[in-house]
């Protein structure tokens, strides 16, 4: 797969985000983000146990507003649990073996898509990941990242899970898991804060639970001590 000359930018082709500088992000988190959304051409990062998640979750809103994504690197995604979580999957390309050029594969889809979604198969070389990450900036889109990553991100997300619920004495069903999204990054973004949120809720969505905004105490980890 060549990365020469840019391919046309599939949602610049209609009115539906054509122009915004900004990503609609899910409700919860919005407020907490810089510009209330992810602005394009920026890195970031996603880690903690729901990671995966969180991933779909940013997903939904901008696909359903018009925008192209891309999952690559993510065999194990399920694509129930996509369509569940909101996510139109006739406007995201599914990469899930990207091979061993997965980083020219990564730029040809940030010049021509809004939002991708990547766990490398590897921990990127600094160059390589600077010449992606300007690739992104370049093309206007939203690089998110799953794993290690040698830059650091413009926005840290770390989904930490603190429980299913749904379950009784040994018996009934998993309908909904609680836990937080630590916020930080660069600017605005710098100061850490807890979002507590379900991940997902019993409808299968991102939703807001309890008082959101806690700032979170210095020393504590930015992801689950378990996270993957």
């Known amino acids: 797969m060549s990365v020469g000359t840019p391919l046309p930018r599939l949602s610049d082709q209609g009115p ?5 500088q900004v990503l609609p ?10 510009g209330s959304g992810l602005r394009r051409g920026s890195l970031v990062s996603l880690s903690g146990q729901g990671k995966t998640t969180l991933a779909l979750s940013l997903l939904s809103a901008p696909v359903a507003q018009g925008a192209w994504a891309a999952v690559v690197g993510l065999p194990e995604l ?4 996509a369509a569940v979580m909101g996510v139109d999957l006739t406007r995201v390309a599914l990469v899930p073996e990207p091979g061993p050029s997965w980083p020219n594969v990564l730029a040809v889809l ?12 590897r921990r990127p070389r600094p160059a390589e990941a600077r010449r992606l990450v300007a690739r992104a900036r370049a093309g206007r889109a939203v690089l998110c990242v799953l ?3 040698p830059e650091a991100p413009d926005v840290a997300l770390a ?7 749904g379950l009784g ?4 069903w998993l309908r909904a898991r609680r836990g937080r999204v630590v916020v930080t990054g660069r600017g605005s973004a710098g100061r850490p804060i807890a979002v507590p949120c379900w991940l997902p809720g019993p ?3 991102l939703a807001a639970r309890g008082p959101a905004g806690m700032a979170v105490a210095p020393e504590a980890p930015e992801a689950a001590p378990w996270a993957g």
């Open 203 to 205: 409808d299968g969505q």
């Open 25 to 34: 992000a899910p409700g919860p988190l919005a407020p907490f983000l810089p």
């Open 78 to 81: 399920g694509v129930e649990a």
């Open 159 to 165: 989904a930490e899970t603190e429980a299913w619920v």
């Open 169 to 172: 004495r040994g018996s009934g």
């Open 110 to 121: 940030l010049d021509s898509l809004d939002l991708v979604v990547v766990r490398p198969p």
């Open 147 to 149: 794993g290690g990553w």
């Open 16 to 20: 539906v985000l054509a122009g915004a």
